[in-house]
């Protein structure tokens, strides 16, 4: 019984891998994806939850702790926006200090061909086994 289980599973991660592996970019792409990143236009503005509009009318989704672990959370706050017409996510961070005094500083944190949240297996591909990979 643990075999079949065993070979059940082995079959699914294949499947995962083949579905997705196209998706990991090239060396060069992988390193000069921030370029596509773009940054909060001037204050982002709470809307509710963990939802902010900034003056261009761009939503950002404020990250969870959790969803935040790669980027240090004790630390900063991480936004991230995804646009309607690509696959990709803009994130930006600032300093929790500076954000929950108003002061808005973000920096790059990353831009990302698929979005962590919306699209966790893609990112998985794209943005993450590269960096194993090409580092």
Not at 30 to 49: D, E, M, S
Not at 101 to 113: I, L, R, T, V
Request: include cysteine.
């Amino acid at each position: 019984m643990k075999y079949i289980l065993l070979t059940i599973i082995l079959i699914i991660i294949l499947i995962i891998i083949y579905k997705n592996y196209d998706k990991i970019p090239s060396k060069t792409d992988h390193i000069n994806r921030n370029k596509y990143n773009t940054f909060p236009v001037k204050q982002l503005k709470y809307i509710k939850g963990n939802t902010y509009v900034d003056n261009a009318d761009i939503i950002w989704i404020k990250r969870s702790f959790l969803q935040s672990i790669f980027h240090n959370p004790f630390i900063y706050y991480v936004f991230e926006t995804c646009d309607p017409n690509k696959i990709g996510s803009c994130e930006v961070k600032v300093l929790k200090n500076e954000f929950d005094n108003n002061y808005q500083n973000f920096k790059p944190s990353s831009y990302n061909y698929y979005s962590s949240m919306n699209d966790p297996i893609s990112h998985l591909f794209a943005d993450i086994i590269p960096i194993m990979i090409y580092y």
